[in-house]
């Protein structure tokens, strides 16, 4: 039996629908998450300051520092930690 060009259309057509809903989003998933970094900040992409990505050995280190902040008195954990001053005009 002979395979006519209808034929083929149709089995693109379901094959690219259904890679859609299953499998094919994931893979989307990660090659955004890898060009979103590459986008410069000025343009919409990370700030210098964002925390590192779950899953990365910065993320853990990141993690074990903020923890080790958190336990210190507030006295100790330094200027970056404590909240701006609030000025009487914010408040009105």
């Known amino acids: 039996m002979p395979t006519s ?13 259904g890679c859609g ?12 998450a890898g060009v979103t970094d590459a986008i410069p900040a000025a343009i919409g992409g990370m700030p ?14 990141y993690m074990r520092e903020r923890e080790r902040k958190r336990l210190l008195p507030a ?7 404590k909240p701006a001053p609030a000025t009487q005009d914010a408040a009105r």
């Open 21 to 32: 809903v299953s499998g094919c989003g994931t893979i989307s998933e990660k090659i955004a």
């Open 75 to 81: 006295s100790e954990r330094g200027e970056e930690a």
């Open 48 to 61: 210098a300051d964002a925390p590192p990505r779950p899953g990365t050995a910065k993320y853990d280190e």
């Open 5 to 17: 060009a209808r034929h083929i259309v149709t089995i693109l057509t379901v094959a690219l629908a």
